[in-house]
């Protein structure tokens, strides 16, 4: 058998380099796989390091000279410290932080990713929620409604986010909201109230909830935000309280001063006088507590306020949760306000990260298992190795651009983005066959022409299948998105790359 002594063609060459910046987009350089630390990922602001200058995204070194390789010496290391007035000196790959901390640091970290691809929540795990306004709106304010809902999950402290406006194929609006590590119980409980905030003297309201009427919503912060006791209940279970404080504007606490300015304090509990009428809070129209009012507050123009709540639970720990869980809520809605439409849930699922990783893994198995079997196949027909290795090696160059370009435009890939990776791959080794059955048919023509032949076939057939998938960008309000967007990436890597590549590498095999 004759060696194969192949010429690098200037498309040879253009696959070879985008193969080289396909690799470095997909492990970075230095490659992220080699580098030691954990990833910062998320930082409650006001917070001591964000005050000093740590953000989202920088990797943590050290901690006290001890060095961290990943999140088992992240925890094993802060469980040891003893908080108290401690001094930390902690490192990262952009500088040095030391300050006293009487509590852990506020921050949430995890092991370096070993790539740059982005993963979808699909493989992540978490929910998934697909809403839509109860009324119809303009772009601007499908944009001032997402910003509303960001601004409540961030406050809230989740992180993972992803929410988007998308369309289905009747041109319905919807919201599409994704959540990683979350239940949709709980991304359910964010989205199907509307949150609206009022706390009211009589029928009089004093304040809402947003920036408007609260200047400043004390949370995570033990000396202005606590659960202050927890008691058996008579009914059974325990019954807990909490309390926080807030800040009002000017306006909100002239309201307040007028409301209370004519109210009689005749109302007597214990050693203390109260004014005749409660501050009640009413969240979505419910009274969710009252207030007394001190006599020392009548007419007075008071700017800061506590609130209080309660949770229960069939055991202390539950009602503790709950109560935690209900504080979070009514501070979230001080601070970012009602939505300013109600939604409604179309669809809501959830997806399970160890699900997701097994699916990945034997989808890719099966992929490249059915790319081996076809290279076989390949060999047994035309009796060739260098064209079933041309076929396999080609196949994977597709997958390997695909996944670099996804990890440069930084697109999240989910199961149907990872569906549409197959598709590819099964359109990829069709094309590479008419390629080589149009260079061994048809002897009357020169290897040249046939070889062109086979490529107007292939350009024929891309541009059909490009715009069959466009309206897979809208179906199903977009949750098909992720296979359209990639199978549409690959097929154009297989027609203006790959495609020419390999009919070089044909035109070599068959020339020898």
């Given amino acids: 058998m004759a060696k194969l002594k ?18 470095l987009a997909i492990f970075g350089f230095p490659p992220t796989f080699l580098e030691k630390g954990v990833l910062v990922e998320s930082i409650e602001q006001n917070s001591t390091l964000f005050d000093l200058g740590m953000r989202q995204g920088d990797i943590l070194k050290s901690i006290n000279n001890h060095q961290i390789e990943n999140l088992a010496d992240y925890t094993n290391i802060i469980t040891e410290l003893n908080f108290d007035k401690t001094k930390l000196i902690i490192n990262t790959n952009k500088q040095e932080y030391i300050d006293l901390f009487d509590n852990p640091p506020k921050i949430t970290v995890s092991n370096i990713p070993k790539t740059k691809i982005k993963t979808g929540l699909d493989i992540q795990g978490g929910a998934r929620a697909l809403v839509s306004p109860d009324e119809k709106l303009t772009s601007n304010q499908m944009q001032d409604l997402i910003s509303v809902i960001e601004n409540r999950f961030n406050v809230y402290g989740l992180k993972e986010v992803n929410i988007k406006p998308v369309t289905d194929l009747s041109g319905n609006k919807y919201i599409l909201i994704e959540i990683a590590g979350t239940t949709p119980t709980d991304l359910k409980d964010l989205i199907s109230e509307q949150g609206k905030f009022e706390a009211r003297i009589g029928k009089e309201v004093v304040f809402i909830g947003g920036e408007k009427d609260i200047t400043y919503v004390c949370q995570r912060d033990a000396t202005c935000s606590r659960i202050e006791f927890c008691n058996p209940s008579q009914e059974g279970g325990y019954f807990c309280r909490f309390s926080f404080e807030i800040a009002l504007s000017d306006s909100a606490s002239e309201t307040h001063a007028k409301l209370t300015k004519n109210l009689k304090a005749n109302v007597t509990s214990g050693t203390q006088v109260y004014l005749e009428k409660p501050l009640d809070l009413y969240l979505d129209e419910t009274l969710v507590d009252s207030l007394l009012i001190s006599e020392n507050l009548k007419g007075r123009a008071e700017t800061k306020i506590s609130i209080q709540g309660s949770g229960t639970g069939p055991t202390e720990k539950e009602a503790i949760k709950d109560t935690q869980k209900q504080m ?36 890719f198995l099966a992929g490249l298992s059915a790319v081996f079997v076809v290279s076989i ?10 064209s079933s290795l041309a076929v396999l090696l080609t196949s994977l160059s597709e ?7 996804a990890a440069i435009i930084k ?14 791959i099964g359109t990829g080794v069709d094309q590479q ?16 022409q046939r070889i062109k032949r086979a490529i107007f076939i292939l350009i024929g057939s891309y541009f059909t299948t490009f715009a069959a998938l466009i309206p897979l960008f809208y179906a199903g309000a977009g949750i098909l998105k992720g296979f359209a967007f990639t199978t549409m990436i690959g097929i154009t890597v297989g027609v203006l790359i790959t495609r020419p590549a390999f009919a070089d590498i044909v035109r070599k095999i068959e020339k020898d």
């Fill in 6 to 23: 192949l010429k690098l063609t200037w498309k040879l060459w253009i696959l070879i380099i985008l193969l080289f910046l396909s690799i």
């Fill in 328 to 363: 979070n809520k009514l501070q979230t809605i001080l601070k970012t306000g009602s939505l300013p439409h109600k939604l409604e849930i179309v669809k809501l699922d959830t997806i399970s990260p160890v699900l997701g990783a097994q699916f990945i893994y034997f989808i």
């Fill in 377 to 386: 196949i390949i060999f047994v027909r035309y009796k060739k190795i260098k």
């Fill in 399 to 405: 997958v390997i651009i695909i996944l670099g370009i």
């Fill in 411 to 424: 697109w999240n890939l989910d199961l149907p983005s990872i569906a549409g990776i197959l598709a590819v």
């Fill in 433 to 448: 066959i008419v390629i080589l059955d149009e260079s061994r048919l048809n002897k009357l023509l020169s290897l040249k």
